[in-house]
């Protein structure tokens, strides 16, 4: 299965399932494009009445490409995987991450959040030490011989209760030399508590920050309130910009939201950008679509120019020295996720797992508070395996829809957060997320060519 | 140019003989 298309001047082939890529001119794309479904008689009379100035010989030529190419299973090369898939309902997996919701609060009230104001459809509370300890043993207890484990230390918002976050840090640091482990740590936060301590804990400590914010002043304070609707932006960016310097630039991310309010969200990324910002991050906002601020059908060809609008603009912004990263465009093709990785999908439910202030288990963040997805709790474990094999099915072939996909091993299969709360379904498929993830990728591959077309780069 | 530029890239049908290890984190696309 290939997948032709063309960007930002350039014709590109992308090989599904070896996951080659080839940058073409005008004739090989329409040969190749042609290739699988007519006979070559045919195709040869095609391309000569498109392009008078080209040779039989030429088309030879490139005939005997494609079929150099097929042998080495970079064109056109069969799905060895979907045997793979099947093996993933029977595995053992062990647990590699936890989301300790160590704060269901926060001092934020954005409008769009999934834990409502940060309490997740519950009452407000904070994680005891205790709590959070025990979730620390349940990690390493179910994590078998796996080495790096990881804690992400989340809410609403963590810094709300920062004296536990310390205390936890100094327990898993103290048990990784007891049970031979290692803890990458990572914090996501508005910003409100930032501080000289907090800063330099966090650079200290955690292998990664997320820096919430949404872009343009007007942008972030729309929905990004404090309790008493001030806007948050004047109060979080110059902590935040510290916060980068501080991390010398990198190990971290600027992460927003786009709404129905920013569909030019590309402005938004440009926006921080500006602002010195290098690591950077926007997703759609996933919302019932009764609220106004929820992406609508009719915004899908608007958010698709602005993914490629943002790419171009940083083609242009990378060849004048001063270009930033996307979190979305940053695949690497030599040494991304291999091929179990990419088929089984986030993990979700069976290798990750997120822990609510009194200990409750769910399959991740955005499960929290829903009551058919409590898996257990951290004192007595996971009580509810049927719903655990259920996310075992949530790989790339459990979906039809992504049969034919040329994403597929690209995306996983998608979120399954997102399918159940637009489907009802953890295996359901979330359409425009489809759309708009399939238009990053593209971005993402154009870009890796524009790369290696300025460095020429190229296989031999 | 030639007419079929190949980037270099991970070949995901030869790497998937070798099977996974199990040790990549929780995330897919975006080491």
Redesign the interface.
Known sequence: MIHPFKLNGYNIILDV?????????D??YDV?SLYENTSKEEIAAIIQKKYPDVSEE?IA??FE??ET?KKE??LF??D??EN?AIDFKKRQSVV??LCLHVAHDCNLRCAYCFAGEGEYKGERSLMSFEVGKRAFDFLIENSGT?K?L?VDFFGGEPLMNFQVVKQLVAYGREQEKIHNKNFRFTITTNGVLLNDEVMDFCNKEMSNVVLSMDGRPEVNDRLRKTRNGEGSYAVIVPRFLEMARRRGQKDYYMRGTYTHYNTDFSNDILHMADLGFKELSMEPVVASPSDPYALREEDLPTLLKEYEKLAVEMIRRRRNGNGFNF??Y?????????????IS????GT??MAVTPCGDLYPCHQFVGEPEFLLGNVFTGVTNQKVCDEFKLCNVYAHKECKDCFAR????GGCAANAYHTTGSVTGVYEMGCELHKKR?EC?IMM??AE?CDAN???E | ????????????????K??????????????
Request: charged share 25%; aromatic share 6%.
């Open positions: 399932n070896s996951g080659s890529i080839h940058n073409v001119d004739v090989a190749i030429d030529d490139i490409d494609i190419l299973n970079k090369s069969e060895p995987f793979m590699k991450a796996r790096n990881e979190y979305h940053s695949i690497d093709l030599m040494g991304g996720p291999c091929i179990v990785k990419r999908g986030c993990g979700v290798e990750y091993l690209y995306c996983s990728i993402a890796k060519v290696a780069t190229f296989a | 140019m030639k007419r079929i530029q190949t980037l270099e890239t991970r070949n995901l049908v030869e790497s998937a070798k099977g996974g290890c199990g040790e990549c984190q929780t995330s897919v696309a975006n080491q």
